[in-house]
């Protein structure tokens, strides 16, 4: 009975060593997976940041291409006022007919 005892005794603490190795490797799993996933995600965070400000850029140059083709109208539209004046005082009772 005794014999019988040390061996439950030693299986005892062989399983209760082996249960510690295991929660011990595991909860170093769980923090690499923890660190993987932070390191993904600044990366990921990075990467949309940098997205976000290169289409910050590319509206702005829009906004400014579309600020200038606005003025540009806006002149040639004055222009052709002007020379429809001019022509209109050059030629007062005569309609111009181009066809």
Known sequence: MQLV???????????????????????????????????????LQ??????????EIATKRHQDELQSARGQADVALASLWQVDTTLASKFPSHSIDFF
Request: hydrophobic share 35%; aromatic share 0%; glycine share 2%.
């Open 5 to 43: 005892e040390t061996e439950l005794q030693t299986s005892k603490k062989r399983l209760v060593d082996e249960i510690a190795d295991l929660k011990a490797t595991h909860a170093s799993d769980m923090q690499k997976l923890v660190d993987a996933r932070t390191a993904k995600e600044g990366a």
């Open 46 to 55: 990075t990467e949309r940041d940098e997205a976000v400000r290169k289409l």
